[in-house]
């Protein structure tokens, strides 16, 4: 693994991390307002995050490169209502995509097959992350902010399991 590459790859580990630390906060600021269900599916997305956090921390040590740990910055507390939440997370999502795409685009520079092998993982599972949050905003959208709808996700999201991500 080259300097550059070994860099991005460190820098993606700081990333999911503070993607998980993100999605902590957005399940402290759910239950702070009594949706419980929803604060625990975010709390299942910090988990997968930080999966994946280790996943790439894994590669690059097995790839024989360095990890170099930095400063996770202060994620966002608060928001506007649920739908603002969801909307933030999906913009969020998409700046990981962006953030893997560029990843893809340095180790193929590098010539570094086995990593853009690695990152065909993280496209996909992108591709799932973001249209989780899609499929949730579409619900919203649909009854707006009706209290009674609210109640009926947060029961439907509560029900969500953590499953480890393996990055197979």
């Known amino acids: ?21 993100l999605y902590l906060s957005m399940s402290a600021w759910f239950a702070s307002i009594g949706l419980k269900g929803i604060a625990a599916w975010e709390r299942i997305q910090a988990q997968e995050e930080r999966d994946h956090a280790m996943l790439f921390y894994d590669y690059v040590i097995s790839a024989g490169g360095k990890i170099t ?12 209502s ?15 995509t962006a953030n893997i795409n560029n990843l893809i685009e340095i180790a193929q520079s590098a010539k570094d097959h086995a990593s853009v092998t690695r990152l065909q993982w993280f496209i996909t599972e992108q591709v799932e992350e973001e249209q989780n949050v899609r499929d949730i905003l579409d619900q919203v959208a649909l009854v707006a902010d009706s209290p009674s709808y609210l109640y009926m996700l947060d029961k439907e999201l509560g029900t969500r399991t953590y499953t480890p991500s393996t990055g197979q």
């Open 82 to 96: 649920p739908k603002e939440a969801f909307e933030y997370q999906l913009a969020h999502e998409k700046g990981v």
């Open 1 to 21: 693994m080259d300097k550059k590459t070994e860099t991005a790859f460190n820098k993606q580990v700081n990333a999911e991390l503070y993607s998980a630390y």
């Open 69 to 80: 740990a930095t400063a996770i910055k202060a994620p966002k507390t608060e928001w506007g």
